[in-house]
């Protein structure tokens, strides 16, 4: 069974850093692309970073350039995003979710760690 | 890159057929048929129900499909069942993020 498990959220202070890990299991990892795509309270959902299946190929939305970084293992299963420099508004659930390829979608997420920023 | 336009919601009630568009831009829907389509209950896992525009994976009902023309993708539902009220999204590649969503739109089954 295909499983993706996000922790490493929680409160963190403005200006603060905060690391994500995305636990996957049940499928070959490292043949997956994968993505972070997170959800305000009470907006919807807004894509975050993309990391290629090598590491090869990394995108950021503008809204986290500079600030966030996105990483994999895939001798661990495993996903991060390294975001620092957090804002309020970044607030937000954030989601894992995998990609075999950019036709198909992203088939399978997590569900999702809370990122609260605030003093 | 400006997200894709949705209505917020929409309603119809059990057994209707309901579509919910989506408008982007000659940049995401209009260039690529790399559209796709979720189903969100809030708590849980986003679904994935359409990809490449119309194609349903695997355990998805057919009741779902999916459609574009020009800058607009459109979700229909029909057979409408009280677990299709959810948020659904669509997603489309770009040339510039690579991906983008619309705003969501929740669905309420009367």
């Known amino acids: 069974e295909v499983q993706l498990v996000e922790s490493g959220g929680g409160l963190v202070q403005p200006g603060g850093s905060l690391r994500l890990s995305c636990a996957a299991s049940?499928?070959?990892?490292?043949?997956?692309?994968m993505n972070w795509v997170r959800q305000a309270p009470g907006k919807g959902l807004e894509w975050v970073s993309y990391i290629s299946s090598r590491s090869s190929i990394i995108y950021y939305a503008d809204s986290v350039k500079g600030r966030f970084t996105i990483s994999r293992d895939n001798a661990k299963n495993s996903l991060y995003l390294q975001m620092n420099s957090l804002r309020a508004e970044d607030t937000a659930v954030y989601f894992c979710a995998r990609e075999e390829d950019i036709k198909y979608g992203s088939d399978y997420w997590g569900q999702g760690t809370l990122v609260t920023v605030s003093s | 890159q400006s997200a894709l336009t949705q209505p917020a919601s929409v309603s119809g009630s059990p057994g209707q057929s309901i579509t919910i568009s989506c408008t982007g831009t000659s940049s995401d829907i209009g260039a690529y048929n790399y559209v796709s389509w979720y189903q969100h209950h809030p708590g849980k896992a986003p679904q994935l129900m359409i990809y490449e525009v119309s194609n349903r994976p695997s355990g998805i009902s057919n009741r779902f499909s999916g459609s574009k023309s020009g800058n607009t993708a459109s979700l229909t539902i029909s057979g409408l069942q009280a677990e299709d009220e959810a948020d659904y999204y669509c997603c489309s590649y770009t040339s510039s993020s690579p991906w983008v969503f619309g705003g969501g739109t929740k669905l309420t089954v009367l």
């Open positions: 049940g499928f070959t990892f490292s043949t997956y692309s």
